[in-house]
């Protein structure tokens, strides 16, 4: 089963969540988290700060990331790992590909039209905002 990561970057006052606005499909031109592919036998933790350093900048020194949860596709055979962190201080961030936002995080995240993932963004920032005192 092919491995990816999504991550949910909060600001340093927990008020925004980072998101890129995608270059290529799937979901081109709409709102996402960011992350990436988990190389074979790459540690998931590893895996996710490094894909955020690439697509962010934004190092395991400016967050502490937490995973959340993974969805299995069986029909697409890919596993989604979800992690989760908040922002030291601010920082100034570095795009790679993908433009970078900071997006409110009361914003519809069911709007599929603005953001990709048909709705589980919107599922991810609810469990996110549910166990907040234990992830930050």
Not at 81 to 94: D, H, P, R, S, T
Request: charged share 35%.
């Amino acid at each position: 089963m092919k491995k990816l990561n999504v991550i949910l970057v909060y600001n340093n006052v927990e008020d925004k969540i980072l998101m890129c606005k995608r270059a290529k499909e799937p979901y081109k031109g709409k709102l996402n988290l960011v992350g990436g592919k988990v190389e074979k036998d790459e540690d998931e933790l590893h895996a996710a700060y490094r894909e955020l350093q690439e697509e962010t900048g934004i190092t395991k020194d400016d967050i502490t990331l937490t995973h959340m949860m993974n969805f299995e596709y069986q029909m697409s055979d890919i596993e989604l790992e979800v992690f989760a962190g908040k922002l030291k201080k601010e920082i100034n961030l570095i795009e790679e590909v993908n433009k970078l936002y900071w997006i409110d995080k009361t914003e519809n995240f069911f709007d599929t039209d603005k953001f990709a993932g048909e709705g589980n963004i919107w599922h991810m920032v609810k469990q996110t905002e549910i166990y907040k005192d234990e992830l930050f």
